[in-house]
């Protein structure tokens, strides 16, 4: 099970460029490994994240078999607006994790 930890500025002054960082924990299996019965183990990475603030995507990036377990991602967005920041991981079994936070923006 995966979990997501993120941080977002809780508020910013309109125009002001925020960093928002953000891990998650995943094993991020490449596919290449196998068990102790020397059968593959199945690849299962995160292979999408997105962020979107006040439902308008801001950032999106595809990741690979040569990221690390538990990626940590860091970009900057300008503040806007208040609002929410939502962010999505996508792995290849179809599994979608989530987390938000706030933000108020003067």
Same mark, same amino acid.
């Given at each position: 099970?995966?979990s ?7 508020t910013?002054?309109k125009?002001?460029?925020i960093e928002i960082?953000?891990s998650?924990t995943h094993d991020?299996?490449?596919?290449q ?6 059968? /593959?183990? /199945? ?5 999408t994240?997105t962020?979107k603030?006040n ?5 999106r990036?595809d990741?690979h /078999?040569?990221?690390s ?6 970009f900057?967005?300008?503040a806007?607006?208040?609002g929410?920041?939502?962010m ?11 987390a938000?936070?706030?933000i108020t923006?003067?």
């Amino acid at each position: 099970m995966a979990s997501a930890k993120i941080k977002v500025p809780e508020t910013a002054k309109k125009g002001e460029v925020i960093e928002i960082k953000t891990s998650i924990t995943h094993d991020m299996e490449s596919g290449q490994r196998k068990d102790a019965n020397d059968k /593959p183990i /199945p690849r299962r990475i995160i292979n999408t994240f997105t962020c979107k603030y006040n439902g308008t995507e801001v950032f999106r990036m595809d990741l690979h /078999p040569a990221v690390s377990a538990n990626p940590y991602i860091s970009f900057f967005v300008v503040a806007t607006e208040t609002g929410k920041i939502e962010m999505f991981w996508n792995d290849d079994n179809g599994e979608i994790y989530t987390a938000a936070s706030s933000i108020t923006v003067s």
